[in-house]
């Protein structure tokens, strides 16, 4: 996880390059579902509802059942990315050693939406970009009480061997900007990389697979804010997940926590 990474109040922002939502299909979903209500749930107003909405009542991540028709999709969390043309970006994704796993076209045969893989395996969706009106009012992080948290897509990253190809892949399929963020390993200096939307805010990261990020899994991992991260910790486990790796502030305490899920599937969570 980046230094760059700001959790915004808001959680939605219509824009090429922001993420939307996020989903995936999994076996033993009622198992799953109670766990991710459980881990996410904690605190005395938790950001998230039992059904996996957020506390104003909005769909942000979804935990679909993994029937025959979703049999395809890899078990990992895929974030939905807003782009400008999502036929150009499937077709240069492909392009540059991509794979297309679904491609929706509505009854015009127009882009609608897609699932991809990238070089790496790291599944993503695009889709077009929101408008702007069609964002809920209670959603709007300049509307109402701004500061109050709210369950959100607080941050993603991908931790991958080959951090520039990735980037690269990124800057051209999507139509990210980037910006350098000086990392260091046991003292030797290198750069991850913050990938900007189209205004310029960072949205999510790509990381070398070294220092801090050394043993993470080259899958998108969500960021997902909780109420009380030391509770929710408690949780996880009790709950059948595992904890795969914990980061600590300069007073001990957890800064944020990457996990898997009963089903293996990795996430992390953050302060709320």
Same mark, same amino acid.
């Given at each position: 996880m980046s230094d760059d990474a700001a959790a915004k109040p808001g959680p939605f922002h219509p824009q090429a390059g922001a993420v939307m939502s996020a989903d995936i299909a999994v076996p033993e979903?009622?198992?799953?579902? !109670? /766990? &991710?209500?459980r881990v996410l749930g904690t605190g005395p107003a938790p950001l998230w509802r039992d059904d996996l909405m957020n506390n104003l009542g909005l769909p942000i991540i979804g935990l679909g059942e993994r029937t025959e028709a979703y049999a395809d999709l890899p078990l990992q969390w895929m974030p939905h990315i807003q782009v400008a043309d999502v036929a150009a970006s499937a077709g240069r994704a492909v392009e540059l050693g991509g794979r297309e796993v679904m491609h929706f076209r509505d009854a015009n045969g127009a882009s609608a939406w897609a699932v991809l893989l990238d070089p790496n395996g790291a599944a993503f969706g695009i889709l077009p970009v929101v408008p702007a009106e069609a964002i809920p009012p209670e959603a709007n992080p300049d509307? #109402?009480?701004?500061?109050?948290?709210? !369950?959100? $897509?607080?941050? /993603?990253?991908?931790?991958?061997?080959?951090?520039?190809?990735?980037?690269? /892949? &990124? *800057?051209?399929? $999507? #139509?990210?900007?980037?910006h350098e963020v000086a990392?260091?390993? *046991?003292?030797?200096?290198?750069?991850? &990389?913050?990938?900007?939307?189209?205004?310029?805010?960072?949205?999510?990261g790509v990381c070398h697979a070294r220092g801090v990020n050394t043993g993470l899994p080259p899958v998108w991992l969500l &960021?997902?804010?909780?109420?009380?991260?030391?509770?929710?910790? *408690?949780?996880?486990?009790?709950?059948? !997940?595992?904890?795969?790796?914990t980061m600590n502030g300069a007073d001990g305490t957890p800064t944020y926590a990457v996990i898997r899920d009963p089903v293996g599937v990795p996430f992390a969570i953050v302060p709320g």
């Amino acid at each position: 996880m980046s230094d760059d990474a700001a959790a915004k109040p808001g959680p939605f922002h219509p824009q090429a390059g922001a993420v939307m939502s996020a989903d995936i299909a999994v076996p033993e979903h009622a198992r799953e579902v !109670g /766990f &991710y209500a459980r881990v996410l749930g904690t605190g005395p107003a938790p950001l998230w509802r039992d059904d996996l909405m957020n506390n104003l009542g909005l769909p942000i991540i979804g935990l679909g059942e993994r029937t025959e028709a979703y049999a395809d999709l890899p078990l990992q969390w895929m974030p939905h990315i807003q782009v400008a043309d999502v036929a150009a970006s499937a077709g240069r994704a492909v392009e540059l050693g991509g794979r297309e796993v679904m491609h929706f076209r509505d009854a015009n045969g127009a882009s609608a939406w897609a699932v991809l893989l990238d070089p790496n395996g790291a599944a993503f969706g695009i889709l077009p970009v929101v408008p702007a009106e069609a964002i809920p009012p209670e959603a709007n992080p300049d509307a #109402g009480d701004a500061a109050a948290p709210v !369950g959100r $897509i607080a941050w /993603f990253d991908l931790t991958v061997p080959d951090a520039a190809a990735t980037r690269d /892949f &990124y *800057r051209e399929v $999507i #139509g990210w900007s980037v910006h350098e963020v000086a990392m260091k390993d *046991r003292g030797d200096p290198y750069a991850d &990389y913050a990938m900007l939307a189209e205004d310029g805010t960072a949205v999510g990261g790509v990381c070398h697979a070294r220092g801090v990020n050394t043993g993470l899994p080259p899958v998108w991992l969500l &960021y997902l804010p909780v109420g009380d991260l030391a509770e929710s910790l *408690r949780r996880v486990e009790a709950e059948g !997940g595992q904890l795969l790796k914990t980061m600590n502030g300069a007073d001990g305490t957890p800064t944020y926590a990457v996990i898997r899920d009963p089903v293996g599937v990795p996430f992390a969570i953050v302060p709320g």
